[in-house]
């Protein structure tokens, strides 16, 4: 395993687009944000005995202290990634391999990946449900290699994919006849779509917040999503679209485009005037603009771990089914605990400092939104 020293962000970015699985997490832009957030990213890349790149992943590492223990420990997180073919059992072996010698080396408590790797397509127990042997197998095979599938989830395991190939009128007539007609009612009800600009991004930022209020979630600090935003729209990968009625933005999501695939990675939402559907309409410029820019799949970003009413995505995921799009289930998030005693440690005390953030998080956004 070789790690690369790469000036460029165009180099990596380059270098991992040829790669299946490529994603914007696992993008120079990604890392480059998390570094001012504690991580420091760190690009790796394997390659055949000709030479060929094989496999790459960027790694996270952060600086750990667990329960007053003084040396210093780091996690290591590879988001989305790494990436490879995974079908190749030789490649896998090596990657896996040189992941579990890292975390071994850099006095790592655990390291996490979680790759989108298909485990099956469609909801379990359904007639048109489809199980991925290969991507059963790497979950198999990372059981026996003390691999633990984890209790902190950083990403969404599973999602609802759109094929944007179809012409545009194609992609309409396979949704649901209630989704096209709420897409067609918020035009005619006088909603415009238009891009944002960096100007937009504070006005932008209120709005989630109101949102993640009104619909109790825990989103992160102003200058975290302002850097995350203006990175990456000033690198072209990012556009936010925002839905505005007689001259007022009333609501607005982000795209993300990389490799072919555009993610919707936000949206926001304004209580007033949502009977005029903004949200269908959005859906739509975004799946429009994303075919216009070259991508051939739009990622929804999000589909329940259970599909029942129990989960929490469930409201979530019933507006992004009249879309018509397949739902993808992936391996999620697994550790390799490469200092079993310390990860136990860790993981209990993770989850009571995750709840503290969480409600302190709740509470400043309340804060911020009332001043």
């Known amino acids: 395993m070789q790690l690369i020293q790469i000036k460029e962000s165009q180099e990596w970015n380059q270098l991992i687009t040829a790669l299946p699985g490529a994603h914007i997490l696992q993008s120079w832009q990604w890392g480059q944000v998390k570094s001012h957030f504690g991580w420091e990213p760190l690009p790796f890349v394997w390659h055949d005995n000709a030479g060929k790149l094989a496999a790459a992943s960027l790694i996270l590492r ?4 667990v329960g007053g223990f003084t040396p210093r420990l780091h996690v290591l997180y590879a988001p989305k990634g790494p990436l490879l073919n995974w079908s190749d059992k ?16 850099q006095s790592t408590i655990f390291i996490k990946i979680d790759p989108d790797l298909c485990l099956g397509w469609g909801i379990p127990g359904e007639a048109d449900a489809q199980q991925d042997q290969s991507g059963l197998s790497i979950r198999k095979n990372l059981l026996e290699r ?4 984890s209790d902190e989830q950083i990403q969404f395991r599973n999602t609802v994919l759109i094929d944007l190939t179809p012409d545009e009128d194609q992609i309409l007539a396979r949704m649901k006849q209630k989704t096209r007609y709420n897409i067609r009612l918020s035009a005619r009800r006088g909603v415009s779509v238009r891009s944002g600009r960096l100007s937009d991004l504070d006005m932008l930022y209120e709005m989630y917040a109101k949102t993640a209020v009104r619909d109790n979630f825990v989103i992160r600090s102003p200058e975290y999503y302002r850097l995350v935003w203006e990175t990456f729209i000033k690198a072209g990968f990012a556009e ?10 009333i609501a607005a999501v982000f795209i993300f485009r990389f490799a072919g695939t555009s993610r919707y990675l936000y949206g926001m939402s304004l209580e007033e005037q949502r009977d005029k559907m903004p949200n269908y ?9 994303s075919k216009a820019a070259g991508c051939m799949t739009y990622d929804m970003w999000g589909a329940p771990d259970e599909f029942d009413a129990s989960d929490s995505l469930w409201g979530v995921y019933r507006f992004k089914k009249g879309f018509n799009g397949q739902v993808l289930r992936t391996l999620g998030a697994w550790d390799y605990p490469s200092r079993p005693l310390l990860y136990r440690l860790y993981t209990n005390i993770l989850p009571r400092v ?5 409600r302190r998080g709740k509470s400043e956004t309340k804060k911020r939104i009332m001043t």
Do not use: C, H, Y
Not at 90 to 95: D, E, G, K, W, Y
Not at 281 to 289: G, I, K, S, T, V
Not at 354 to 358: A, H, Q, S, T, V
């Open 90 to 105: 030789a490649l896998t072996m090596r990657v896996l391999d040189d992941l579990q010698n890292l975390a071994k080396q």
């Open 240 to 249: 936010p679209l925002i839905a505005e009625s007689e001259g007022k933005p």
């Open 354 to 358: 995750m709840n503290l953030m969480r």
């Open 146 to 149: 003390s691999w633990t599938f």
């Open 62 to 65: 952060r600086t750990v202290t």
């Open 281 to 289: 309409l959005l859906q739509w410029e975004a799946m429009r603009r």
